[in-house]
Structures are given as C-alpha cells and as structure tokens.
C-alpha cells in the first residue's frame, strides 16, 4: 500500500518525538510517496532548529543523511490542481502539493497537520490517526 507523508511526519521521525512509534506502524509496510519538495522542506526544518540553537550544524547533517535513507517515490505536482487547492482552502501551496498527490494516487496522507487532515477529510483523503 502506498501512503502519501508530509514533511511534518518525517521531522517527528527524525527528531524521536512521540509520534514516531505510530509513524513507523504506519508505514512499516507501505510505499512512501511525497511530492519532490520534501527534501528542501526537511532542510528547513533543520535550519530552523539550527536557527533556534535546538540542533548542531552536525546533528543536522546527520539528521538529513537519515532522511535521505528513508525510501521515498517522489511525484510531480500538478500546480494546476494545487493553485486550485490554495485558493480554494486559503493555505499554503506546499500544503497542497501533499493533498493533490493524495488525491491524484488515491492513497492516504500521514500529516500532523491538523488544518491539513482537515482539509484533506473534506475532499474524501484519509489521513490515519497518528
């Protein structure tokens, strides 16, 4: 099975939070799949953390080396139905990368984005509890 992740599950993975252990049993068997903004996005998260003292330049850097090895497909994006999204919900178009890639393969998005699981209920995505 595959499932849609967002950037926001990979972090809480990569950060030992206490979701990870739910995160890991969701996707223990699935194929992940992310639109290819994934990456720069994990790297701002890492630059914030470093920004706020939470991480050394090292621990980012490793931090990022384990993502990397995380299999992930990436998938384009359809910014036609994206832009349509943003507008349509007023968020953010990396938001709507992740549900127009839900929708689009008609498979589940893992977020801890409560907006985003919102969002994604209304258009018949299921977003498995975490």
Known sequence: MESVVDAS???????NEPEKPRIIELTSD???????CVPWEIGNALSAMLKRGRLS?????LMFAAFEGIPIRYVPVEFGNALQLSGDHQIYAYDAYYLDCAHRHRVPLLTLDKRLRQIAAKLGIATPEI
């Open 9 to 15: 599950v990979l972090v809480a993975v990569l950060m």
């Open 30 to 36: 699935a194929d992940l799949v992310a639109p290819g």
């Open 57 to 61: 330049v090292d621990v980012a850097r």
